[in-house]
């Protein structure tokens, strides 16, 4: 089978550090025949800036790939959800046939151990911070495809939080966006239940600023649109809020 260009080239800054090892490994067992050639082109430092949209998207998409085979194997099972979700992700994104790449990708990632600390620290080097937002909404909503988000899959979401450089609060706002109490609701606000009605107007006003959807299109249409959900559930969760304490 043939590769796409987004897997074996155009990748951008993850052909270095610990992420171009793991994309080397798993390409190299993809590509038997020609798996040295791979290994060694996955090696290098990599350029600290000047890349196109399309190496910033698929640089993208295989830090969410590496990323989501330690949150499917978290609770010791793949769930056939978990899979479906990100299949369904890449084949909006990518098409049909670079989906199926990715899929053989994500299997034999799924065979290797991820050392979260330093994927996570090349993340966070070369990803801006609303793309490594965006990079967390996504992990979550993997854990929760299969309608629940065990404890070892939030231990392992939080460690990657870490990672990457997000805020407890901000991760937990995230993580409070696949929880639909009104105690979710201020957390995904990033406030304590106690905050006055100017605290809660405040944060929602520099919340739907931060996350604005324009902010990751370089990362291509299906990204911006699961920025746009994410935007939508603090929307929602502010009119909870303002709903329960009769705001006008």
């Known amino acids: 089978m043939g590769y796409g260009k987004w897997i074996t080239g155009a990748l951008g800054w993850v052909i270095g550090g610990p992420i171009g090892g793991i994309a080397g490994f798993v390409i190299g067992s993809l590509l038997d025949s020609n798996s040295n050639n791979v290994r060694s082109s996955y ?79 090349q993340v966070r080097s070369y990803m801006n911070y609303d793309s490594r937002i965006q990079l967390l909404h996504f992990l979550a909503g993997i854990a929760q495809a299969d309608g629940i988000v065990s404890p070892e899959e939030l231990v392992i979401l939080r460690k990657i939080a870490a990672a990457i450089g997000i805020s407890l609060r901000e991760s937990e706002a995230i993580f409070a966006m696949f929880d639909n109490g009104t105690d979710a609701a201020y957390r995904i606000l990033e406030i304590d239940r106690s905050a ?35 935007f939508k559930k603090i929307s929602e969760a502010y009119e909870k809020i303002k709903r329960e304490r009769g705001i006008n």
């Open 196 to 230: 006055t009605d100017e605290e809660v107007k405040r944060a929602y006003k520099k919340l739907a600023a931060q996350h604005h959807p324009d902010k990751v299109a370089s990362l291509g249409y299906d990204v911006q649109k699961a920025a746009e959900e994410r």
């Open 43 to 121: 090696g290098g430092a990599g350029r600290a800036d000047g890349y196109s949209p399309i190496e910033e998207r698929n640089s993208f998409m295989v830090c969410l790939l590496v990323l989501a085979s330690a949150v499917m194997k978290a609770d010791g099972r793949i769930m056939k959800s978990e899979l479906e979700y990100v299949k369904a992700f890449l084949l909006r994104n990518f098409g049909p046939d670079a989906a199926k790449e990715a899929s053989l990708y994500l299997r034999e990632l799924l065979k290797k151990d991820v050392d979260i600390g330093s994927v996570g620290a």
